[in-house]
Nanobody, 114 residues
């Protein structure tokens, strides 16, 4: 059973940066397309960035040019570097596969506010 643990969230002012990390336990991590999702209050969870096992990345238009996803298959970690943060980026952020999901972790809260 794969377990996902997200960390690195916090309170940041608009224009600031945060680096989120996701640690995955279990096998077959390197074979999965991994993604970062977010869910704001009252909204559906959305995929904001994804990365293939080979390192090909895709981003939602809302974060393109500001967020960077990366992965380390040897360490079973996925990272999301978030720059130029905006209040609308406020949400709980989760990592998971794209497609057939592992059990969701607890997520990490990101709050962008002055």
């Amino acid at each position: 059973q794969v377990q996902l643990v997200e960390s690195g969230g916090g309170l940041v002012q608009p224009g600031g940066s945060l680096r989120l990390s996701c640690a995955a336990s279990g096998s077959r991590f390197s074979f999965n397309v991994m993604g970062w999702y977010r869910q704001a209050p009252g909204k559906q969870r959305e995929l904001v960035a994804r990365i293939s096992s080979g390192g090909i990345t895709n981003y939602a238009d809302s974060v393109k040019g500001r967020f960077t996803i990366s992965r380390d298959n040897a360490k079973s970690t996925v990272t999301l570097q978030m720059n130029s943060l905006k209040p609308e980026d406020t949400a709980v952020y989760y990592c998971n596969t794209v497609g057939t999901y592992f059990p969701w972790g607890q997520g990490t809260q990101v709050t962008v506010s002055s």
